[in-house]
């Protein structure tokens, strides 16, 4: 096999990190997602991590040392990993893939789901502090957030569009497509 790396994009809770964990398993891959620098640091910090401390923190950051900061992060950890199959999560804008689309067996993926369904998956998974009290509403406004706004753009940059409406078997099953095909 030769290398892979594949890049996961889409709006809150379509199923990114649930990618990203069925191939780190499946191809025992190294998997780099954006927003791990900043926990780290938030979480060095004492600073409860939430989804508004993760995107005032990424704010900082990026209007101090650039918005492509963390994408040379990422893409420079991707080089100099000698796994066969690697996976970046949580891709949010056009900065995040410059440097990552330079590298040869890079695929940027799209997940797509309907908003009902990422809200009830959201709920359950309850990755961020106040995930499973949060209103329908809320997560609908949570989208209008500077962190969200690009990601819809990003479906017309993606080599793949994956619909994640059916069941797990169904979503791995077009992950495996896009591995075997590559």
Known sequence: MKKIILGFTGKMACGKGTAAEYITEKYKANSYRFSTMLRDVLNRLYVDVNRENLQKFSKILRQNFGEDLMAKVITGDVKNDKNEVIVVDGIRRMADIKYLREISGFKFVYIDVNLETRYERMKLRNENQGDSKKTLEEFKEEHEQESELQIKGLREK?????????????????????????
């Open 158 to 182: 993606a080599d793949f569009v994956i619909d994640n409406s059916g069941s797990l078997e169904e979503f791995y099953s077009k992950i495996e497509k896009i591995i075997k095909n590559n």
